[in-house]
């Protein structure tokens, strides 16, 4: 999966929500997670460095990062954590 810049919101969603490995450019804001939690590459070239990357992920590389990247996207964006982080955030700015 990759994308550019904020376009890849949908894609980008569903590929970190089945694990996928992801390419993209290194988005100037991120969800309340960094994105630093889960394997993704940024560009540094344009694309330049995506057959070196797609080389480097034998079916054993892709099957771990698929989980690790599950985990994290189980762990903070599937409904019940966001609907946490919601509570806590609204409570927070409840103030005393």
């Not at 919101?9 to 630093?36: K, N, T």
């Not at 344009?46 to 080389?55: I, Q």
Request: net charge negative.
């Amino acid at each position: 999966a990759s994308g550019k810049h904020w376009g890849w919101r949908e894609v980008g969603f569903l590929a970190l929500a089945v694990g996928l490995p992801i390419l993209m450019d290194r988005p100037l804001y991120e969800p309340y997670v960094s994105l630093d939690e889960f394997r993704v590459w940024y560009t540094a070239n344009e694309w330049e460095e995506l057959p070196a990357l797609l080389d480097q992920i034998d079916d054993d590389e892709w099957a771990a990062i698929k989980a690790h990247n599950q985990g994290r996207f189980d762990a903070h964006f599937a409904p019940e954590p966001v609907a946490q982080y919601l509570l806590d955030t609204i409570a927070g700015a409840k103030g005393p």
